[in-house]
Structure formats: structure tokens, C-alpha cells
């Protein structure tokens, strides 16, 4: 049985339709909820200002 090339393409794009709607709802409930992004901005300052205290300070080196 052959199927006409058109037909064919409009039955792939429903089922790949269905298939999308069926797993995009699964997908967004098993997520794990993110952090907020002020939570985000906030760990990476303050990761960024350790590095700056662990830095040697600039003041020896302009000095010379």
C-alpha cells in the first residue's frame, strides 16, 4: 500500500503534534523549580568578591 506523499506528511505533522503535546506537559511538571535569578546574581557576586579577597593587593606593585 502506498500512500500519497502529501497524505504521508499531513499524518507525520498530527502525530508529531500529539506526541509534543503529550510529552510537553510531563516534561514542565518534573522539572525541578529553579532558583530566582536575584538568588543566582547573588551567589555569583559573592563568589566573585572571594576571589577578589584572596587576590594580593595592588598597592605593593604600583609602588615599585
Do not use: C, K
Amino acid at each position: 500500500m502506498n500512500l500519497d506523499p502529501s497524505l504521508a506528511r499531513v499524518i507525520h505533522a498530527e502525530r508529531a503534534a500529539q506526541w509534543l503535546a503529550e510529552a510537553e506537559i510531563p516534561r514542565l511538571l518534573d522539572r525541578p523549580p529553579r532558583r530566582p535569578i536575584r538568588q543566582s546574581i547573588g551567589r555569583s557576586m559573592v563568589r566573585i568578591g572571594a576571589r577578589l579577597a584572596a587576590e594580593p593587593p595592588l598597592d605593593v606593585a604600583r609602588s615599585r
